[in-house]
């Protein structure tokens, strides 16, 4: 994938928010040991489904073709996010979870952010691929 006319990472592992992603998925995972035993097919699921689901899609999207495949991963990325956030907030509301969890909310929305930018990036490009052959075609 290029951006701008420049190559640019060609494996999910170079992504930034891939790496921040794995980051959170290690950090839920030792903060759902911590749930009571009768959470471990329940809630503790759930949470790891979602949080393992985040990089996961980054990556799918990533090895994918085109920009508009990408993005749609990268959407499906957010929507785990989302989940996951909302099934933070319900465990912490169970007491499962002690404290604000300030951290572990900034680390989320960082992931957010970079994801919808690099949607964002994937957008201009795919339209400046466009215009391109718009122009040649011409």
């Not at 494996?11 to 030792?30: G, M, N, P, R």
């Not at 957008?123 to 075609?137: G, H």
Request: charged share 25%; glycine share 6%.
């Amino acid at each position: 994938i290029s951006f701008f006319g420049k190559e640019c990472m060609n494996s999910y592992k170079d992504q930034v928010v891939w790496q921040k992603a794995i980051d959170l998925t290690i950090e839920i995972y030792s903060l759902t040991n911590l749930f009571p035993k009768e959470e471990m097919y329940g809630l503790v699921s759930q949470i790891r489904r979602s949080a393992v689901s985040i990089p996961s899609n980054i990556a799918e999207g990533q090895a994918r073709k085109y920009h508009q495949q990408f993005s749609h991963f990268l959407s499906i990325a957010q929507g785990s996010l989302a989940e996951l956030e909302t099934q933070i907030i319900i465990a912490m509301k169970l007491g499962y979870i002690a404290g604000e969890q300030k951290d572990l909310f900034d680390m989320m929305h960082s992931i957010g952010k970079m994801i919808t930018r690099l949607k964002q990036n994937l957008t201009q490009e795919e339209k400046k691929i466009l215009d391109t052959r718009e122009t040649i075609d011409q």
